[in-house]
């Protein structure tokens, strides 16, 4: 199950909500992938990676307009590890996700937590840490 875990928070409340947003998004498409009572999960379910696509890029936006505010002094690598991830999470193969929905959608849902999960932990801690106050 993919679940929003207190460990996650990085200090920051806005930007804890998006994280949090972007794992309820996960948990949603996760549920929808499970549900057993639906055999063809194609339409719900590139609404919700159009929606993950679209929140990301929003979260992104929001998180390097904080870091920028701060004079995060390493804004521009942070913004190049954003672009990769929305490089990737653009180019979702929708004609393969129809062939083989389950296993297509696992695989995208395993990429993006794990990405989530490993960039709020290693690398969006860093900034909070510069945070005024702290």
């Known amino acids: 199950m993919i679940y929003w875990k207190k460990e996650y928070e990085v200090g920051i409340p806005l930007i ?7 794992f309820e998004i996960a948990a949603r498409a996760y549920s929808l992938l499970k549900n ?10 590139t609404a919700i990676i159009h929606e993950l696509q679209d929140y990301t890029v929003f979260h992104f936006e929001t998180e390097e307009n904080y870091m920028e505010e ?4 390493k804004l521009f690598s942070h913004k ?3 672009a990769e991830f ?6 979702v193969d929708f004609e393969a996700m129809d062939d083989d929905q389950e296993g297509h959608i696992l695989a995208i849902l395993e990429m993006v937590v794990a990405w989530i999960e490993h960039h709020i932990l290693t690398k969006d801690t ?9």
């Open 16 to 22: 804890d909500e998006q994280h949090e947003k972007l």
């Open 80 to 82: 190049v590890m954003h």
């Open 70 to 73: 701060i004079g995060y002094r």
């Open 86 to 91: 929305v490089k990737k999470i653009y180019s």
């Open 36 to 45: 057993e009572f639906l055999e063809d999960k194609f339409d719900m379910m």
């Open 126 to 134: 860093l900034y909070a840490a510069e945070r005024p106050g702290v």
